[in-house]
């Protein structure tokens, strides 16, 4: 007679008024654990994306620098680039990657893939696409003295883009290269 206790008279089986209500508690609590566990499931799924984007972008940005260097190598290694003549008739020397100023859209993929110069070199495994480069002359500072021409600074502006292993990921860089002594 453990579950049977007398109340006004009568003996009553508290085992046979039970609702099903512990059944219901642990159902809820059984939906609620699962929420939980899907919210956190889809947190992680999410920052996981997030560190493949960040790592994409990042390797396509050391190859846009690695790219804007060589450039810039090429620049200082060419004899021409410091004549002022042959940078404002795009004639130093250094092909189609030279332009004239402003004259692409670097938005464009298809002017990259048709007309920029492609970086030499070995990329990270894993990325498919060419890092590319353009050299744009800007300027050159007048003479101090009007009728003379001694040695001025000239300016180039290098863009260079680097494409990481996702198809989406591609960063642009530009640099301005300053000689001291053009003529």
């Given at each position: 007679m453990g579950n049977t206790v007398k109340e006004n008279g009568y003996f009553i089986n508290y085992r046979h008024k039970q609702q099903g209500v512990v059944l219901a508690v642990a159902l809820i609590m059984l939906v609620l654990i699962t929420l939980l566990g899907m919210s956190a499931m889809r947190s992680t799924i999410m920052e996981e994306r997030?560190?493949?984007?960040s790592r994409n972008d990042n390797i396509a940005f050391q190859l846009a620098e690695t790219t804007l260097r060589q450039a810039?190598?090429?620049?200082?290694?060419?004899?021409?680039?410091?004549?002022?003549?042959?940078?404002l008739s795009q004639s130093v020397g250094l092909g189609a990657c030279e332009i004239a100023l402003n004259s692409e859209d670097f938005t464009?993929?298809?002017?990259?893939?048709?007309l920029a110069c492609n970086y030499v070199g070995t990329a990270d495994a894993g990325?498919?696409?060419?890092?590319?480069?353009?050299?744009?002359?800007v300027?050159?500072?007048?003479?101090?003295?009007l009728g003379t021409s001694p040695p001025r600074n000239c300016y180039y502006r290098v863009t260079a883009r680097g494409y990481g292993p996702d198809i989406n990921s591609a960063v642009t860089l530009q640099s301005t290269y300053k000689f001291n002594a053009c003529s």
């Amino acid at each position: 007679m453990g579950n049977t206790v007398k109340e006004n008279g009568y003996f009553i089986n508290y085992r046979h008024k039970q609702q099903g209500v512990v059944l219901a508690v642990a159902l809820i609590m059984l939906v609620l654990i699962t929420l939980l566990g899907m919210s956190a499931m889809r947190s992680t799924i999410m920052e996981e994306r997030m560190a493949s984007n960040s790592r994409n972008d990042n390797i396509a940005f050391q190859l846009a620098e690695t790219t804007l260097r060589q450039a810039e190598a090429n620049l200082l290694a060419d004899p021409q680039s410091t004549s002022i003549l042959s940078a404002l008739s795009q004639s130093v020397g250094l092909g189609a990657c030279e332009i004239a100023l402003n004259s692409e859209d670097f938005t464009d993929q298809a002017r990259w893939n048709a007309l920029a110069c492609n970086y030499v070199g070995t990329a990270d495994a894993g990325i498919t696409r060419a890092a590319h480069y353009f050299i744009e002359f800007v300027r050159a500072e007048p003479p101090a003295v009007l009728g003379t021409s001694p040695p001025r600074n000239c300016y180039y502006r290098v863009t260079a883009r680097g494409y990481g292993p996702d198809i989406n990921s591609a960063v642009t860089l530009q640099s301005t290269y300053k000689f001291n002594a053009c003529s």
